[in-house]
């Protein structure tokens, strides 16, 4: 995995991954603002500063899809982990935004 960009080792992820093609998609739909910004940076350019400056721009976000492009971000970071990048878990200290109770909606006839 030496000299990938961040969007090619999120390809190598998403393609050696067991997730449904949905999650797949989900997940690639939820990190194309990162890679607009920094996909073709080297790997080594995932700091926790790139991670932070992406996740301040999501802050407008609903929570749920704000906790979603979250949790796709912490999925691809304990990847590369497991594949032996020194990436620091810069996600360890990132809470979840809280969602609130969903109300029932009446179906249309």
Avoid: C, H
């Amino acid at each position: 995995m030496k000299n990938l960009t961040l969007k090619e080792a999120f390809e190598q992820f998403l393609e050696g991954s067991s997730f449904a093609r949905r999650t797949r998609e989900s997940y690639a739909e939820d990190l194309a603002p990162l890679w607009a910004v920094s996909g073709q940076t080297p790997l080594s350019a995932l700091t926790a500063e790139v991670v932070y400056t992406f996740l301040a721009r999501q802050e407008a976000l609903a929570p749920a899809t704000y906790n979603r492009r979250l949790a796709a971000l912490r999925s691809f970071i304990r990847w590369l982990r497991v594949q032996g990048w020194q990436i620091e878990d810069v996600l360890a200290q990132v809470a979840r935004k809280p969602e609130g109770a969903r109300t029932p909606r009446a179906l249309d006839a």
